[in-house]
């Protein structure tokens, strides 16, 4: 029963910081489209690397320090390139949904664009924490 409650523990400090991570995402993306008035096609990806990339930074310090309390210090450059790794396969996950769905689904709802790629990027997300953390968990900061 302790291992689940550990698990169910770590996961719940997963989510948190992803919650942070992913307003930081957020954010950066609508500030981007905003500014752009673009808000599908090719630009799209790149507004969404880039907001993505951002957040990735500071989820690398609360995950290592906070989520999975790695007190390693060993082999910082190898545990990093593992998350950046683990991080763009995450980031082609979630940026392939948001592209799909923002650009070859017409909004439904009777969603605006924006409103609609923001129901596109919270699909994605969904989709990319799974990764993340089975990632992270099982190779970057295994125990």
């Not at 910082?76 to 082609?92: C, D, E, R």
Request: no cysteine; hydrophobic share 50%; net charge positive.
């Amino acid at each position: 029963m302790g291992r689940i409650k550990k698990l169910v523990s770590q996961f719940s400090r997963f989510v948190l910081i992803g919650g942070m991570n992913t307003g930081i995402d957020f954010t950066i993306l609508n500030l981007l489209m905003w500014l752009t008035a673009i808000y599908s096609g090719q630009w799209l990806i790149l507004f969404n690397v880039t907001s993505f990339s951002i957040a990735v930074v500071n989820s690398y310090y609360w995950n290592k320090r906070w989520v999975f309390k790695d007190k390693q210090e060993s082999e910082p450059a190898k545990k990093f390139s593992q998350f950046i790794f683990i991080t763009l396969i995450g980031m082609v996950i979630n940026s392939s949904i948001v592209y799909v769905i923002a650009t070859f689904v017409s909004p439904m709802f009777g969603l605006s664009q924006g409103l609609w790629a923001n129901l596109a990027k919270a699909t994605a997300t969904g989709f990319s924490l799974v990764w993340n953390f089975a990632g992270y968990k099982f190779v970057v900061f295994k125990k």
